[in-house]
């Protein structure tokens, strides 16, 4: 799994909820090509990663914001998106920020509840 890019913990545990920080499509330190798709991708197989190191899976997410460089993407994203969650709906915000961590354009933070 690819180091935080700053001072901050991956993932923190608040009593039943997991409280994941942003994550970006970065592999081996470099975010992917291949776009908003595949930054998507990745992005949620790094969060996929966090999860199982606290026996939880996205099925566990209740919730996830989703920063894009440019909303334009949103389609691309939301397609990668329903991909990885597959029939689980968490609740989910979208947002436009001017710019991501590493020229990324696609962050996703998430919580998932484990009890």
């Known amino acids: 799994m690819t180091p935080p890019v700053g001072p901050y913990s991956p993932l923190v545990r608040a009593g039943p909820f997991l409280v994941c920080s942003?994550?970006?499509?970065?592999?081996?330190?470099?975010?992917?090509?291949?776009?908003?798709?595949?930054?998507?991708?990745?992005?949620?197989?790094?969060?996929?990663?966090?999860?199982?190191?606290?026996?939880?899976?996205l099925e566990h997410v209740v919730k996830t914001t989703?920063?894009?460089?440019?909303?334009?993407?949103?389609?691309?994203?939301?397609?990668?998106?329903?991909?990885a969650f597959a029939?689980?709906?968490?609740?989910?915000?979208?947002?436009?920020v001017v710019a991501l961590p590493l020229g990324a354009a696609v962050e996703i933070e998430a919580w998932a509840y484990r009890p």
């Open 22 to 57: 942003g994550q970006l499509g970065v592999r081996d330190g470099a975010v992917v090509t291949g776009g908003v798709p595949a930054q998507t991708g990745q992005a949620l197989a790094n969060l996929t990663a966090l999860l199982a190191g606290e026996e939880a899976s």
């Open 66 to 83: 989703v920063f894009l460089t440019d909303m334009a993407d949103f389609a691309a994203m939301n397609e990668a998106y329903a991909q």
């Open 87 to 96: 029939g689980h709906r968490p609740a989910r915000s979208a947002v436009a």
